[in-house]
Antibody, heavy 120, light 107 residues
Framework: QVELVQSGGEEKKPGASVKVSCQAS????????ISWVRQAPGQGLEWMGW????????DYAQKFQDRVTMTTDTSTSTVYMELRSLRSDDTAVYYC?????????????WGQGTLVTVSS | DIQMTQSPSSLSASVGDRVTITCQAS??????LNWYQQKPGKAPNLLIY???NLESGVPSRFSGSGSETDFAFTISSLQPEDIATYFC?????????FGGGTKVGIK
């Protein structure tokens, strides 16, 4: 079936990096982009950026521009999101999400979420 | 960045009540507005796209309206399974932005 499956939860210390994966199945991977959206505990949703699975083009929210890198592996239909220089306020559930088309619009498919906990 | 102001932040209503949530954009976003439902511990689920289009499989008691800067989301007859948090989201321009959410409970 059509789904996005994310990697498991991570515990990191401040200053470390984390790399979360999102593996797609059930559709033509390169036809769609993937966005990353995070949600701090008890808080709202925050869009981090987007990557085209077709050509690897990216667009990051300015807030994360200096710390985030999104990449794709078309051989495994997987998208990766790496966040560096982690702080305690990066503690959140990170979701990958696929829009209805190739460009960020409305998200019809979501991963199950990956909890990243940053604590000393 | 386009700011999305959603209200109220929480509400309680009785089963069968009509519930309305509003979302205001800081600038004209035409009809590039979506609504999601999120239940605890789960990913958001798309209900309405392009301001007023019902996503496939979503019950018809959910509806959306509006354009430019002012939007509304309505549950015509609140059901116990509708207990959740609802978010609006604009995609007129990047970065995509979400409203702060409305937590809907049962009286």
């Amino acid at each position: 079936q059509v789904e996005l499956v994310q990697s498991g939860g991570e515990e990191k210390k401040p200053g470390a990096s984390v790399k979360v994966s999102c593996q797609a199945s059930g559709y033509i991977f390169t036809n769609y982009g993937i966005s990353w959206v995070r949600q701090a505990p008890g808080q709202g949703l925050e869009w981090m950026g987007w990557i085209s699975a077709y050509n690897g083009a990216t667009d990051y929210a300015q807030k994360f521009q200096d710390r985030v890198t999104m990449t794709t592996d078309t051989s495994t239909s997987t998208v990766y999101m790496e966040l560096r220089s982690l702080r305690s306020d990066d503690t959140a559930v990170y979701y990958c999400a696929r829009p209805s088309g190739s460009y960020p619009s409305y998200f019809v498919l979501w991963g199950q979420g990956t909890l990243v906990t940053v604590s000393s | 960045d386009i700011q999305m102001t959603q209200s109220p932040s929480s509400l309680s209503a009785s089963v069968g009540d009509r519930v309305t949530i509003t979302c205001q954009a800081s600038q004209d976003i035409t009809s590039s507005l979506n609504w999601y439902q999120q239940k605890p511990g789960k990913a958001p689920n798309l209900l309405i796209y392009d301001a007023s289009n019902l996503e496939s499989g979503v019950p018809s008691r959910f509806s959306g309206s509006g354009s430019e800067t002012d939007f509304a989301f309505t549950i015509s007859s609140l059901q116990p399974e509708d207990i959740a948090t609802y978010f609006c989201q604009q995609y007129d321009s990047l970065p995509l932005t979400f409203g702060g959410g409305t937590k809907v409970g049962i009286k």
